[in-house]
């Protein structure tokens, strides 16, 4: 191995360690329950047949201290498409980290869950920031079916503040909201 390649496999190993993504410093979880729409999201293949209308509701299950998930939308049929999943807090201090399943075998299953983590909140809590430490997955949910320009371009300065490609997040087409996809880049211009 010559001394470039060692400290490229150096500078990997440093990166790939460390995180630049940052969650909110606290989260009321009590505030957080209830219904949010999708307004931006990068695309997953788990949500490919989606073609409006996405949701999420959340509640706190008082038995087992889970969030409950319930995660509506609309299929190009005309179809209403659920997935029911838990949360689990992962960072009791700040609730801004969860871990999130939809995978359920006679249990809740969270190895196979994904990161939730809160990186924007608007103090009222009419719109939220959601990513992960890798920033592949990256949303932007509010109380309401649309964002004003104002609060999308706060909520697109907290996914830039946290490496995101805000090109590869996609608007989504809601019923009283915006009716096209188009990269949230282009949106906040």
């Not at 490919?48 to 999420?56: G, R």
């Not at 990161?115 to 608007?122: A, K, M, S, V």
């Not at 997040?169 to 009283?176: E, P, V, Y």
Request: hydrophobic fraction near 40%.
């Amino acid at each position: 191995m010559n001394i470039i390649n060692l400290i490229f496999s150096s500078l990997i190993g440093l990166t790939a360690g460390s995180s630049a993504v940052k969650t909110v410093e606290s989260v009321d979880i009590n505030k957080y329950q209830g219904q949010w729409f999708e307004i931006a999201a990068i695309p997953q293949s788990f949500q490919k047949k989606c073609v409006k209308n996405t949701s999420a509701n959340y509640s706190i299950e008082k038995s087992t201290g889970y969030v409950a998930v319930l995660n509506v939308c609309t299929e190009a049929d005309g179809n209403i498409k659920k997935a029911d999943g838990r949360a689990r807090i992962e960072d009791t201090k700040s609730n801004a980290k969860l871990k999130v399943t939809f995978v359920k075998l006679g249990g809740w299953i969270f190895s196979f869950g994904g990161d939730y983590w809160i990186l924007g909140l608007e103090k009222n809590y009419q719109w939220v920031v959601v990513g992960d430490p890798s920033t592949n997955y990256g949303w932007i949910l509010a109380r309401k079916p649309s964002m004003t320009l104002a609060d999308l371009k706060l909520a697109h300065a907290d996914l830039k503040s946290n490496g995101y490609d805000t090109c590869k997040l996609l608007t989504s087409i809601q019923d009283g909201g915006l009716q096209k996809r188009t990269p949230l880049c282009e949106v906040v211009k």
